[in-house]
């Protein structure tokens, strides 16, 4: 790879030339989630886990593109196999023709999801799409109408799952009406949550009132179960706060879904594909999805979704549901390579893991605005806040150190309120996570001195 042993600032940040490209953006482009003040890093290129800006700083990654780069920037594998596939044909419409490609990436993820069935798999281009296809396949298959989503969670910003998307007012702001029959219950949080139980000590009963919230007060009063066609969910909530729930959750929200023959989504677009150190972050929970949607990391960097699914539930007709560029040759190359990276990955994940989390708790020990430390394998949420007693959020303060840790050459991205995700590339070295945590660290003693 490229040898680089360490970050390097040699100019401010943002330096000349970023200032004046992210002056031609915002002239420019769409206003989306840049943030001048707060992330003003314009890349360059980079390489594993390094990234270089266009003044020449090196910064170390957490943030892998939000979560896309799980392999790393350019892996070596992933590259080969991009640019063979180049040579032969870049789009080959795979959804009128037939390329082999395409099939052998179904094949392979047929077989890795959870589930001892026969599946299916539709291919797209972003976790969004995966997702629209996962609602559609679910009405399709069960004819039922509604939906059940939670409080925090995050699906996308187009209507259908926007609608599902809870996780911040600002994504929902102007757009009614979204996609009408979606209901949100509270996600078992166990650092924060409506019924101010702690979770951590008493899980169990953190579950059973989420749970009795879903069966009593919602199936029961005004949301008619027979017309529930899923439940839909993260394993582990990404932009609402890289909330883990209790590890009983979803066998007893598995329960209660058999029970009324509702169905169950699971969104690992941001968890999914190596990142909590097991190929499927709801393979910590014992549990099996009906319909598993994937994006972000499948593809190494390029464009590529995909939804799995019992074969049972696909669509009965032709053109009930398609696209133009879903299962992409060069896409379905890259995303084949990729996993066979991630499998290979997985071991150093667990190892790295220990590092985080003992790391980030002994920050907790020391820092009074860490709230809360959570985390699986290398997904992990820092969250801050003014008063632990309070747990009022410290979002000024989580931005600055964000942009202090930027400034010190290390790239982490926030998610919630007042979160910070820490989110490595997978094939990441014990000596990089320990640089990137002593950066961290050095961040936060500068904000909160």
């Known amino acids: 790879m490229s040898g680089v042993i360490g970050p390097k600032i040699v100019t401010q940040v943002p330096g000349p030339r970023a200032k004046a490209i992210i002056e031609r953006h915002h002239k420019s482009v769409a206003t989306t989630t840049n943030d001048p003040e707060g992330m003003p890093l314009v890349i360059e290129r980079g390489e594993g886990v390094w990234i270089w800006d266009v003044d020449g700083n090196v910064y170390l990654d957490f943030a892998t593109g939000i979560g896309v780069n799980n392999v790393g920037i350019r892996h070596p594998e992933v590259q080969k196999a991009i640019e063979e596939q180049l040579n032969k044909i870049w789009h080959a419409a795979g959804t009128d ?34 997702n629209e296809a996962a609602i559609k ?50 996600y078992p949080n166990p650092y924060r949550n409506p019924w101010h139980i702690d979770g ?24 008619p179960p027979e017309e529930v066609a899923a439940f839909m969910f993260e394993p582990i909530q990404g932009e609402g706060g890289y909330v883990v729930p209790p590890k009983n959750f979803f066998r007893e929200l598995k329960k209660l879904a058999d029970k009324y023959g509702i169905l169950l989504i699971d969104d690992e677009v941001q968890m999914g594909m190596g990142r909590t150190g097991k190929m499927f972050a709801i393979e910590h929970f014992g549990v099996i999805p009906d319909i598993l949607t994937l994006a972000k990391s499948l593809g190494g960097g390029i464009p590529i979704g995909a939804t799995v699914y019992r074969s049972d539930l696909d669509f009965g007709t032709s053109g009930a549901h398609s696209n133009t560029f879903g299962g992409n040759a060069v896409a379905c190359a890259a995303a084949l390579a990729t996993i066979n990276v991630i499998q290979k990955s997985l071991d150093n994940v667990a190892k790295l893991e220990k590092i985080f989390k003992e790391r980030l708790n002994e920050m907790k020990e020391r820092y009074a605005n860490i709230g809360d430390v959570r985390g699986i394998g290398l997904a992990w949420g820092v969250e801050f806040v003014k008063d632990r007693k309070t747990k009022e959020y410290a979002r000024a303060e989580r931005d600055k150190i964000i942009l202090e840790a930027l400034r010190r050459g290390l790239v982490m991205l926030p998610c919630g309120a007042s979160t910070i995700r820490i989110i490595p590339a997978l094939i990441m070295t014990e000596e990089q996570a320990k640089i990137g945590l002593d950066i961290f660290e050095q961040a936060i003693k500068a904000v909160l001195k």
């Open 97 to 130: 023709f037939y390329i082999e490609r395409q099939v052998e990436l179904a094949e392979k993820l047929n077989q890795i999801a959870p589930g001892n069935f026969q599946k299916k798999t539709f291919f797209s281009n972003s976790g969004a799409e995966s």
């Open 137 to 186: 396949l679910a009405r399709w298959s069960t004819q039922r109408k509604l939906f059940i989503g939670f409080i925090g969670a995050f699906h996308g910003r187009t209507l259908g799952v926007l609608s599902v998307t809870a996780s911040k007012t600002t994504q929902r702001s102007r757009f009614f009406p979204t996609m009408p029959g979606v209901y949100h219950a509270p």
């Open 200 to 223: 951590y000590e008493n899980p169990d009963e953190l579950v059973s009132r989420a749970i009795e919230f879903i069966e009593e007060y919602m199936l029961n009063k005004y949301v």
